[in-house]
Structure formats: C-alpha cells, structure tokens
C-alpha cells in the first residue's frame, strides 16, 4: 500500500512503500463534478523501500557463521531514518524472526555479527517507522534436502540441510547429516540401534499437533540392538536444539529394585521416567553431605546429575521376584553442548559424586576422565566409576554396596555371574556409558567437571554393561562364589597395564564397596593393604610376579574361585593362572577347573594367593587335618564340608563319649545330618575321610 503526504505546486511528490522494488507510477486528477473536468499528467512517483540487501551465499555444514558480509545498498538514512536493526529467520515470510544482536545501524553485516548458524537462514534489513520498512531477504543456506514421502532430490548426505515436510521418515541406518527440520505434522523414528549424526542442530515445530521425534529402544535388552543414539557436533558448546523429543529405554527391574537414571532430554522430571514408583521413592545423593535426600516426583532432573528411581509399584516392572521389562521414558529438547557439574570431596573417605549422562549417546569414560584431570585424576591415569547393577534381590534387608559393577583404566569389574539371570548386568562395564545412564564416580579433589560433545560415541548403546577387551591390556576377572547359593557373588579384576604401578593410583585401582555385602572378595594393595575390586599393576608382565587375594564368609560354606575371562597375554594358554591356597598347601590351575574350598565364617586375607608358575598341583590327602574341614548347624541340620577330600563317615558323641548319630558310606565332600532327640550342648563331631584319615571337631549344638 502507497502511503501519501499533501501535494502542492510542481515537485514531484515521494511516496514511501512496503515494497520490494522501485517503481513508477501516473497521477491522474479528478474533477469531483462540473463544471469542473477531468486532467491527468505524468508524475514520478518515487517509491522507497528500505534499500537493496545482497549477500546471497551458501556454506558448508558445520560453518556457524557467514562465509562474507551482507550488504545494504540505495538506502538513504537522511531520507528513510536509522536502520533499526536486521532481522533472521528459518523461513523466507520471517515467521518468529529474531533481531540480529548488535546490528542496529549497520548496513553491513559481516562473519563476526552473525553466529550459531545451523539451518538455512533469511536476512533483512529493518527500518522502524510509519510505515515500518524492509529490504529484500538475502538467503544464506546449507545445501537442503526435503522428506514428504519421498527424498527430494534425493538421499541426504553429512552436508545436507535436511527438512522432513510431511508423512513418517523412518531412519533403519545409521545416518549423517548437516541439519534436521521435523515440521508440523511430521514424524521421525530413529529406530534402536541406529545412530543420527547431526552436525548442526535438531528443530523439531511446536504447537499443536507439532512435529514428532523419537528415539527407540529394543524391548529385547540386553541381547538386542541396544537404544538409538544422537550424535551431534563435538565443536558445540550451547544447545542450539529446539523443541520437543521423546527417548525410551528398556531395563529389566523388580518393584524393589532402584535403577540409576540421567535425562538425555530437558526438560524432564522424574516422574515421567517412571510414572507408577510410589512418591517419596525418587532419591538423590549429595555428596558435600554425604546423605541420600528425596526429591518430589515433579523434580525436574538436571543435566549430567544422577537420580535412583525405584522399580514402578504397579504395572510392568512390578513383581517383587521376577525380572520383568520395564520402559523409562524421558521428553524434552535433546540435549547438546557443555554441562558442568559440581564436584564434592568432603573427606578422603566421602569421595562419592553422582553423576549421569547427559545425552541421548554413549559416552566414554575415560575421555570424560581426560577432559577433567583434578576432579577426576591425574591426566592419563583417572579415577573409578562405580555402576549400580541392583543384580541382588531385594527381600527386607538392605540394599547391597556388593551390587556396585566397577570401571577404571585397568577394566571392569561386575556383580555377577554371566548364567545368573537372563537380562540381568552380567558383564563387566567396558567404560563406554549409556545414555540414560546414572553413575557413581570417585572424586580426587572438590571443583567443577564439564560433559561435552568429543566425549560422546556412536553406538555403544546396547546395554550398561559389556567387555571389551584391549590388546594393549592384559587382564584376568575371577569369580567368587557361594556353592550353596549362587547369589552370593563378587568379582575382582587384576590387569598389567601401561603406566600402572604395583602401588595404589585412583585410576588403575578400584576398593571394594562392601557395606552390608554378605560376602567380599579383594585383591590386596601393596604397602596400604587397601581391598580392591579392580588392581591395575605394573608391565611388562613378570611370571614370578604373586598378587595375594582376602576374602569374607558371614557363614560356614562351601565356597569356588573360578577364572571368568582373561584377554591379552593371558589369551595364550602358555601363561599360567594359578591359584594357591597357603592353608592346604595347594597349588590349583584355575584354566583347568575353578578351585572348590571350605571355610569357616570370617575375613581371611593371607590364605590365597593368584599366580603365574606352576608348582604341586594337586591335593595332598595328608594334608587332611581341622583346618579343611567345616561343621556348621543351619535349619535344624549338623552340616559337614570337607575341602577336596571325599568323607567314608561322620560319628557325633556326647561328651560322655557315647555315640548321638553317625553316617556311614558318605563317599562325598559334604555330608548332612538330622537332629534327632539333641538338647542344647558340646558335642564331639569326628570325621573319617577314605583313606582313613580321621579329624575330630567340636561343635555347640
């Protein structure tokens, strides 16, 4: 629309405009009635717009700012007034445009003035008036490619602009590109196992119906394709995401059970991860304190903190006994960029810090421990991460420091047996961490550690925990394990590994955490006798070398070490794995069979040692004395255990020396007896192994 001012004498008239071009046009008067008639000349009409911008460019994925200036030319500021500022937008109608920061008064932009470009980009000029004027857009783009069903013009590749129109793109592949654009009504699957490699940022349209993003995971955990994951550029800093995403991830939990959740989404709150856990069963921990505090469901969780969430109270994941699956689900802008979190170190023994994931990727832990040496070690040598696998049930007791699985430069140390139960975390963690996520890390001083994007991996996503051994590693996990329950359980791991020390270092040795555990399992650090789960030692390797192990028993049992894995130079069965038992003077090659013992209860930290020679490897009946056997009551019964030596029979006298039971034809390493007709006293239990050798005990029954 033409705007006007008065007309007088003969000077053409200028006529201001919201238009796009100059233009010129003919002024006809017109008598409004006779006697009056009728005249028409023509006029220059001059219509003004704000000026002429030009800068058209196109650049390369990855590039955050212009390639070279825009310009404005035929503006007149004496004429039209100051230019008020540029304004920007993702489309050529400016739909929600944005004011260029700092651009006020400039008819040029340039490479500095603008930054943070990740999508195709429309500029204008802006003078604010009466009327309000624009120039023409100039279009600074990424190479585009459109989904409306199909690809046009084809398929994207990692420099493509991608804008998904309309219809359901399903992504089955690993993919990479520039950009993505999910418009209303549209919808993106990113199917599980797949990784979306985005290199500038993800908008997904709001309002209503909006665009749809989701990232999948399989249901069939943890022997599946593992969760989608979304990589993004490792050189950004702020989150240039907008919009909402959904994330789920599969666990196997029981109602009882708490799992360790990190939102790769914000925002999200805790009770969206698991809607149906009763209220005030959301924990999280300080570590400045030392206490675990219980946030409202309504919490919204923070970027790179942990929170342990209890197994849902009704619905899937429910049972009390049963492993049941179990869907997290989290909503939210996809998170990308730095986030920093504060790290505690109240004492050298309160060194615990709860940390998570913050992306919808894998991250790797010991690039999160390169990218913050104080907090978290030494550069090159780190500290340990320590991952809740809730393997032990829950029965109205307490919750296990045993089901901490372990993590540093040496490797990982897990919770249990790999036949324990399907869908369980069976396997050592490998250090690449999950998204979603929650974890427990060993601070080595107070201060701040930042997540960021070249911490992140493509893939890697299956599960929380899984070996991956390395060549330049050489590594042995041994299984300890109650015979009679197998759920008693704990693993250790000693690794000869580069720029380790036979000394204790944060981040090559790991100690047990074994408050409440039933039993414990260690190897022992030289000089402070520190208990470690994981014990990095010194290379190259040396066969004469001898790392002693302790072990706890709460109960008289029977007990098995066995050899779980190995990898590096113990991958050649030349290298010997020996276990010897200082008490029976045995020497037992672990390749061969795990090794089977009797214990009373206690902590016993010189009776075995691991090795790497062989020597006498057999049991030597003559060795058969008090020390090997074990005579325990439990439910009622008289139990008897030998270590390796079959029994012939079990006589139990009173301590007037008469005959109260006796079994004959035992032929076994263990042997039950029931109580018949015994009151509360002292009695004699005498055990006769095959060959005839004879061991005597006392027992209060």
Known sequence: MLGTRAYTGTAEPVVYAKLNNDASYTATATALSAPFCDTSSVLNLI???????????????????????????????????????????????????T?????????????????????????????????????????????????????????????????????????????????????????????????????????????????????????TFPLGLGAASLMQNSATTVNANTGVATYERWIRTRKFDYTYWSSPLNPNTLQTVSPLTLSDKYLKFDSNTYTWTFPVNTTTMIQGVGYAIRGPQTGSGSSETVLQDFKGNFTGTPNNGDYTVAMFRPSAANDLNFLGNPYPSAIDADLVMDGNPGVMGAPGVGTTFYFWTHNTQYVGGSYLFSDYAAYNRTGGAGTAPGTFVAGGNNAPPNGFISAGQGFMVKATAAGNMTFRNNMRVAGNNLQFFRLNPSNEKSRIWLDYTNVNNVEEFKQLLVGYIPNATHGYEDGFDGEVIEAGSTIGFYSLAEQDNKHLMIQGRATPFDSTDQVPLGYRATA??????????????????????????????VIHDLRQAPYQFVTEAGTFDTRFVLRYNNG??????????????????????????????????????????????????????????????????????????????????????
């Open 47 to 97: 219509v003004t717009k704000a000026g002429t911008a030009t800068g058209d460019q196109v650049i390369s994925c990855g590039d955050t700012t212009l390639s070279s200036n825009i310009t404005l030319t035929g503006y007149v500021p004496a004429v039209l007034g100051t230019i008020s500022g540029w304004q920007m937008a993702d489309n050529p109608a400016f739909t929600l445009a």
């Open 99 to 219: 004011t260029v920061p700092g651009s006020a008064g400039k008819a040029v932009l340039t490479p500095a003035d603008v930054t943070g470009l990740s999508v195709t980009t429309y500029f204008r000029a802006m003078i604010v008036g009466c009327p309000t004027l624009y120039s023409n857009a100039v279009v600074v783009s990424y190479p585009t490619v459109t989904w409306n069903g199909v690809w046009n013009p084809g398929p994207p590749g990692p420099s493509d602009n991608v804008t998904v129109t309309s219809g359901t793109l399903t992504i089955a592949a690993d993919l990479n590109i520039c950009s993505l654009k999910i418009n209303n009504t549209a919808t993106v699957t990113v199917n599980p196992g797949v990784t979306l490699t985005v290199n500038g940022a993800v908008l997904v349209a709001g309002g209503a119906p909006g665009g749809t993003f989701r990232m999948l995971d399989d249901v």
């Open 556 to 585: 008289a049992s029977t007990y098995q070490i066995a050899l779980s894995n190995q990898d590096g130079l113990f991958e050649d069965s030349l290298v010997g794995i020996y276990l010897e038992d200082t008490l029976l003077g």
């Open 616 to 701: 006498f490897l057999s049991v030597d009946p003559s060795n058969f004395n008090e020390n090997n056997v074990v005579v325990f009551k439990e439910n009622e019964q008289i139990h008897v255990e030998t270590s390796l030596v079959k029994m012939k029979s079990v006589q139990i006298f009173d301590l007037q020396g008469r005959l109260v039971m006796a079994k004959n034809d035992i032929n076994s390493q263990s042997a039950i007896l029931q109580k018949v007709g015994l009151a509360n006293q002292v009695l004699m239990v005498q055990i006769t192994s095959v060959d005839g050798a004879i061991v005597n005990k006392k027992i209060i029954f």
